[in-house]
């Protein structure tokens, strides 16, 4: 069974649909810890609920994010975490973290990247006035948003569309590719190429 730990630094919606696909039998793995950088974060709750470890490592103990990172890391260790899934998690990682984990982490960004990388994702494609976005799963690598593309879903955005509409029709479909991608790393099926782009096998 993949081992998997989750960041999350909210509400924890995502972590939540990691849960429920494990729940029901269509995701083979097992998250072992949650782990938090915001004590009030809804996702450390939701963990507990299920009798999940839920750790919250408070960034403002550590003088460097070396040191921050170190902790995260040793509470990844402690749990023999292979697949780091970040679910919200509002931090970017250095390259000293992601060398620990290269290519075992993952993000879900609310956007058809590489379009609208950064925060406000959803506002960002309102601006641009774009017909269609979406949402996506990467492996996180030392760039914003930029990592390999594992899964993109396409949601129209509508004329009437506010910040928070777009949102929440996007977000429906994170809930859905987020644990697939999870099911398709813990059965092997996807392939990271020379070309550092993703391919899944049937
Ligand atoms: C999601 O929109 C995710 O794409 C973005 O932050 C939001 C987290 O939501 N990175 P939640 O905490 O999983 O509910």
Redesign the pocket.
Known sequence: MLKVGVL??????????IINGIEAGEVPAEIKVVISDREEA??LERAENYGIDAVYVNPQQYDTTKDFEQALLNVLAEYKVELVA?????RLLSSYFIGHYRNQIM????SLLPAFKGLH?QQQALDYGVKVSG?TVHFVDEGVDTGPIIKQKAVEVKSDDTEKSL?KR??NY?HQILPEVIELISKKKVVLKKDNTVRIKE
């Open positions: 999350a630094s909210g509400r924890g919606t995502n972590l939540q649909s809804k996702a970040m679910a919200g998690f509002m993000n879900i960004h609310p994702a949402c949102a996007i977000l994170e």
